[in-house]
């Protein structure tokens, strides 16, 4: 697949390079010193953990991050690019993870925005049509009166890439464009970019899936706390280097888990589940489930397909439209979530930043908020700071959170320190049942090994677990059984010891499959 | 206009109390479409209403009145512009107090620099009597002989109407006021497009005050507003962020205000506070979503900085 | 400390004391600047006020008892800004709660002391159930409390303006006023040949309640929850529908009390139009104190002082309109918020200068909506 190779013959300047890129932030140096280059036609994939500096780069390169110091060579010449309007005139153009399209307009509208002032510029009334030949052009079919908002992710990714190469592109970067796509809506897109590619478009590609990169790009370059650390052609190399220089290490994969044919009764079981999302959709429809004393259910889907909401209504931050939820046969449906901790339900928030921790408040704080009112925190309202404080030096202690000490803003924290923190709140009450919501999200491979293992003990202290997450790698590794989610539906539940990556990515584009 | 019948000298009171409202409310529609509320309405009605007459004494006249009026008006926006866009305040706590420093910059500006001259009179705006439509009953009167600012006003509705909902720059601004950072990406200037929009504002809102210091009383006293601003910002939530929905607003608004002065004429005694309330009232029951589901820009009141 | 600032955050106290400090002086430089240009004679100008505000017992009581209406609300204001509310219309039930206080005085004339509880009790309330409305819109239907609290000082203010000229108002008096509070439950003098009344000391328990309340109560600890980050609050375990009606009840309480001591310890009557915006000044005054109980009463103290000092500018100096004191209180503020802006980005830089020295960390995303603040909807 890697066979063509369409580097820059000597002499010829790159089609665009960018020169020792620096780029700090408040506590962090996002880039450091990075160069890198783009021919003609050329895709060339950019891999490295979360906050290695990827986006930033991509940022630079496309007017929305302007870096401390660098440059950046438009064949040969030195440009400035200090807008992303100004870059794309330039013809680069930029494929977000989030955040790129205004949800209120149409996908005619939005194209509209993107070609305003350029020579390309379309007459805001005869949009529509114009939108739809140049969709046709590049083999993107969507409506284009369609409300943004209203698409799905797939049809939102392909609206993005409409407005991305609406300006004659040239340069086009894609900053983990199957994050929200199944694997096998993925290969679908790779040909659309293979086909850019041929066409001479550059291609600058973000990523973190490694067998997924090695297959589509020319050459890769890794990033590792802000630094290039290596280039090299995608034929050089495998996934496993890959990895051990993302990370810097050699990385053992996760020592799979010792599971155990029978567990103890159900824990936690819904039927006929149905929660509505943030935008009075149907998020979740019909679902049942049910985990027993012991056992781990993994839920896989793409991001978005109602992991989240299913959490979420589990745990009561959000209220169910239909169906009933169970905790050890009791009905818990109408609880409030503080009657659900105290009747042993755990809960992993989705986002630590928001959703599981207040970084305002000190880790003592976080660690105490949920049974402020008991004793010995509070009497007569009144708080009692030693205990508090004690309660929280226990808990760092235990859990080995990495603070100087607890009174210190949760929000300063690492990644890794903070979900320890939550792990460490959710762990610290006698727990039946817990619901774990990408709990390895964006940490490095050693943080997100630890918080693993303390969840996997968990389970066999006895403690029903639900585990979702993106990764499908991870999710074979922990579960016993894993059921797959495509919006917001059940498309089938598998053994975990028998399943597939294919099987489940199939079932996470919708392919429906009975319980083995 | 003596022989003139009830209905006729309402619409007729209505449309000049609502003119000033109309620029002001059109003003802040602009301004909260790109994400920028401004509170401080009422500080830059009594700028412009200050500069406005001062502007027509000047001047001699009364179209250097209303330049002025909008220069006015433009610079208590400019500062807020500079206080929330440079120095990222909040827009709301911004707003509040440069209420109060437009209330004591003009009252203290009207007892040293305007003093003496607060009795000269100004020269009034001419009617202009538009042939036939000016003797239609009862609407004639009040829409079709008015002086030359009261039509503006009314043209500037489906001029921004237009403005908003069949232009690029419209697209541009809805985008900076929906989600600043994807429009940035989309390539709008989503701080120069905040900063005109406010600046336009500020204009409207000079304008506003201008109409009704230069048109209305032809003289500047002390909070001489009285309110209006914050009226005007309930027109706009009233008005659903719309151009027509606004212009609206503004009528029920006035039409309730103008009521007030003409029912005593028919005997009727609702005590005025209560009409005075009205808007503020029905807006309240607007936002609490009682009527129909209104939605404001998601990035209201957010300030956007990129590159950080 | 260190929970006590959320808009100076103390690298050092001497910031945080710097910086209002030095807005204050700059604003007052600024109206000096003002006065000399338009003829008046500055220096004789603000010593005529600090003699006024400071200059004898009853002076200083003056001062005083134009403290407190702006301390009370503006403490109320920090509260719900605890809990990441806006708080606009405290002048609104600053009204409510002096139309309650004035209720029970015309209801029940005679009750004396126990008369006085009431009426300020009532106006406690009073303006709660007005703070509440926003809280409950904003919790049940999810609407901004930005501007309905907003609306909602005006359809007070005008309901003060009919009761005074209708139901209440004094027969053949051509003030649009009530009748007098009777003498029995004004609340007494405590300095001698001043004005200065019991309403203070009012004000300053509740100072040491609020510090308590915020930082030391578990009712704080779950506005504070909220205020930082509603999601993680409420899956904390936190009810944040009903906190948020707290907040603003609470913080509408106070602005009702300080409308009740008000008309019990100064204005003796219900009048249209009685305040001067004390609910307006008391957002710039929580925001100049910092959020913090002491700095919000020396922030209210230096409002005070400029209001009781402008009656010393018509007889001292006249011909220097006290309009110069408003203009000097929005300049404090104006220059305090550029002041921080500035300060914030310059801490920024230097963070991020620090970090390209040490180089290392997590990286953060690109383009930020800031403020900390929600959209209005």
Known sequence: MAGKMKTTSPGQAPLVALEAITKAYPGVVANDDVSLDLGVGEIHAIVGENGAGKSTLVGVLNGLVRPDS??????????????????????????????????????????????????????????????????????????????????????????????????????????????????????????????????????????????????????????????????????????????????????????????????????????????????????????????AAGEVLGVAGVEGSGQVELAEALCGARRAATGTITLEGEDIGRRSVAERMGLGLGHVPADRRNGGLVATLSVDDNLVLPIIGQAPFTRWGVTRPKAIAAHGAELIERFDVRVPDGSVAVGSLSGGNQQKVVLAR?????????????????????????IRTEILKLSEAGVAILYMSVELDELLAVSDRILVLNRGRVTGELDAREATSEQLGLMMGGQERSAA | MGSHGFVT????????????????????????????????????????????????????????????????????????????????????????????????????????????????????????????????????????????????????VPAIWWLLNRTSLGLAMKAAGERPQAAESLGVDVGRTRWLALLACGCLAGIGGGQLAIAGIGFFTENMTAGIGYIALAAVIFGRWRAFG??????????????????????????????????????????????????????????????? | MSRLALFIRPRGLVAAILVPVGAVALALLTTGILLLIVGSDPVQAYKSMFEAAFGNSFALGNTLVKTVPRLLPALGIAVALRAGLWNIGAEGQLYIGAIAATAITIWFPDLGAAGIVLALLAAALAGGAWGAVPGVLRATRGVNEVITSLMLVYVAILLAGYLVGGPWSVPNSSFPGSEPVSAGERLPIIWDKTLLNAGFLVALVLLGLTWVLVSRSSLG?????????????????????????????????????????????????????????????AIAIALLGGLNPIGILLGALLFGALDAGSAGLQTAAPGTPSSIVQVSESLTVIYLLIALGARDMWMRRRSARAALAERSGEAPATGVASGGQEALG
């Open chain 1, 70 to 291: 660098g440059r950046i060579l438009l064949a040969g010449e030195e440009i400035e690019v200090e807008s992303p309007r100004q870059a794309l005139g330039l013809g680069f153009g930029y494929v977000q993870q989030h955040f790129s399209l205004i949800p209120t307009l149409t996908v005619a509208q939005n194209v509209i925005l993107a070609l305003r002032g350029s020579p390309e510029a379309i007459d805001a009334r005869q949009g529509s049509r114009r939108v739809r030949e140049l969709g046709e052009r590049f083999g993107l079919r969507l409506d284009p009166d369609a409300r943004v908002g209203d698409l799905s992710v797939g049809e939102q990714q392909r609206a993005e890439l409409l407005k991305a190469l609406a300006r004659g592109t040239r340069v086009l970067s894609l900053d983990e464009p199957n994050a929200l796509l199944t694997p096998q809506e993925w290969i679908e897109l790779e040909g659309v970019l293979r086909g850019l590619a041929e066409s001479g478009v550059g291609l600058l590609l973000i990523s973190h899936k490694l067998d997924e990169v090695l297959r589509l790009a020319d050459r890769i370059s890794v990033m590792r706390r802000g630094r290039l650390v290596a280039t090299t052609t995608a034929r050089e190399i495998d996934v496993e280097r890959l990895a051990a220089l993302m990370v810097g290490e050699l990385v053992e994969a996760p020592p799979p888990r010792r599971r155990t044919a029978d567990h103890g009764r159900v824990a936690l079981a819904t039927a006929d589940l149905g929660v509505d999302g943030d935008r009075g959709e149907r998020a979740v429809t019909a679902v049942d489930l049910s985990v």
């Open chain 2, 9 to 156: 000298l309402l619409l007729v009171s209505a449309v000049s109390v609502g003119t000033p409202l109309l620029y002001t409310a059109l003003g802040e529609l602009i301004s909260e479409t790109t994400g920028v509320i401004n509170i401080e309405l009422e500080g830059m009605m009594l700028c412009g209403a200050f500069f406005g007459i001062l502007g027509a004494y000047w001047t001699h006249g009364v179209v250097g009145g209303f330049v002025c009026a909008a220069l006015g008006g433009a610079l208590l926006a400019a500062l807020h512009g500079v206080i929330c866009f440079v120095f990222r305040a909040n827009q709301v706590v911004s707003g509040v107090i440069l209420n109060i420093f437009a209330l004591g910059i003009t009252s203290f500006l009207l007892s040293t620099v305007l003093a003496e001259r607060v009795s000269k009179s100004i020269t009034h705006l001419a009617d202009i009597k538009i042939p036939l439509l000016s003797s239609i009953p009862a609407i004639g009167p009040a829409f079709f002989d008015q002086d030359v600012m009261v039509y503006v006003a009314l043209l500037s």
């Open chain 2, 246 to 308: 606004v212009l609206g607003a503004v009528l029920l608004f006035a039409i309730a205000d103008a009521f007030q002065i003409r029912a005593a004429g028919l005997g009727v005694h609702i005590p005025y506070q209560f009409l005075a309330m009205l808007p503020y009232l029905v807006t309240l029951v607007a936002l609490a979503g009682l009527l129909r589901r209104s939605n404001p820009p998601s990035a209201l009141a957010v300030n956007y900085h990129p590159n950080d």
């Open chain 3, 221 to 281: 600890l779950r506005l504070r929850a909220v205020g930082g980050n509603v999601k993680s609050a409420r899956l904390a375990g936190i009810n944040v529908k009903r906190a948020i009606v707290v907040a603003m009840a609470i913080s509408g309480a106070y602005a009702g009390l300080a409308g009740g001591i008000e008309i019990l310890g100064v204005r003796g009557r219900l009048i249209d139009g009685f305040s001067p915006g004390y609910g307006f000044e």
């Open chain 1, 426 to 450: 959710e762990l610290s009450r006698p727990l039946r049942a817990l619901v774990c919501c990408y709990p390895t999200w964006g940490l490095d491979l050693h943080a997100a090994a630890s």
